[in-house]
């Protein structure tokens, strides 16, 4: 079992619908998640990172963690064309050292007109 | 800002050749990181280092590839001999320790003849 898992897609998506990218991981200890988005042919940017259950909001993406089900997900709300790229999944697995991301595969997303 | 510099962009090799990577993180910023993409294996962290000293290298593949930061300024990832299977996308990334944020150079495109 892959330590980060995440569907590869594409999700493809209509304009102003909400995208939902979904992320489950295997190490029950960690206890930092992020979600990178990374547009073709260039590097990972950071959208947002969670710590604690529940959501987390910042503009039109919402992050949402559920530790019981070992699960993190992405919300995009009125999806845009400029939001289609390859979102990355990341976390810190328990008991490893600052820093020490572990990468899903990524889940790419269409956003058409 | 100039953000994390990375050089050279691009470089084609032929198998059994000495490949330099070079990067220069943002100013200030206390952590550096290299990592390794591919299609096949996704965003993998090869190294990572904090104030200049390597604390982990579990992701390094194999001897041939080493990794050093001689000062805050400049790290160098060094692949001999060089094969066609590392071929791959290489970032580096850097950050400081309070934030949990890490700032991804523009990457070197290593094609291995």
């Known amino acids: 079992q892959k330590e980060v898992e995440q569907n590869s897609g594409p999700l493809s998506v209509p304009e102003g619908a909400i995208a939902s990218l979904n992320c489950t991981y295997s190490?029950?200890?960690?206890?930092?998640f992020f979600w990178y988005r990374q547009y073709s042919g260039k590097s990972p940017e950071l959208i947002m990172f969670?710590?604690?259950?529940g959501d987390k909001e910042d503009g039109r993406f919402t992050a949402q963690l559920n530790k019981a089900s070992q699960y993190v997900s992405l919300l995009i709300r009125d999806s845009q064309p400029s939001d289609s790229a390859t979102y990355l999944c990341?976390?810190?697995?328990?008991?490893?050292?600052?820093?020490?991301?572990?990468f899903g595969q990524g889940t790419i997303l269409t956003v058409h007109p | 800002d100039a953000g994390v510099i990375q050089s050279p962009r691009h470089e084609v090799t032929e198998m059994g050749q000495e490949v330099t990577l070079r990067c220069k993180p943002i100013?200030?910023?206390?952590?550096l990181f290299w990592y390794r993409q591919t299609m096949m294996r996704g965003l993998e962290l090869l190294i990572y280092?904090?104030?200049?000293?390597?604390?982990?290298d579990s992701g390094m593949p194999e001897d041939r590839f080493s990794a050093k930061m001689p000062n805050a300024s400049f790290s160098t990832l060094k692949i001999q001999p060089s094969e066609p299977r590392d071929s791959a996308v290489y970032f580096c990334?850097?950050?400081?320790?309070?934030?949990?944020?890490?700032?991804f150079g523009p990457g070197t495109r290593l094609l291995v003849l």
């Open positions: 990334a850097s950050s400081f320790k309070t934030q949990e944020t890490q700032y």
């Open positions: 190490d029950r200890g960690s206890q930092s």
């Open positions: 969670i710590y604690s259950n």
């Open positions: 990341a976390v810190i697995p328990g008991g490893t050292s600052y820093g020490k991301l572990t």
């Open positions: 100013s200030g910023h206390d952590y």
């Open positions: 280092f904090n104030n200049n000293v390597p604390i982990d």
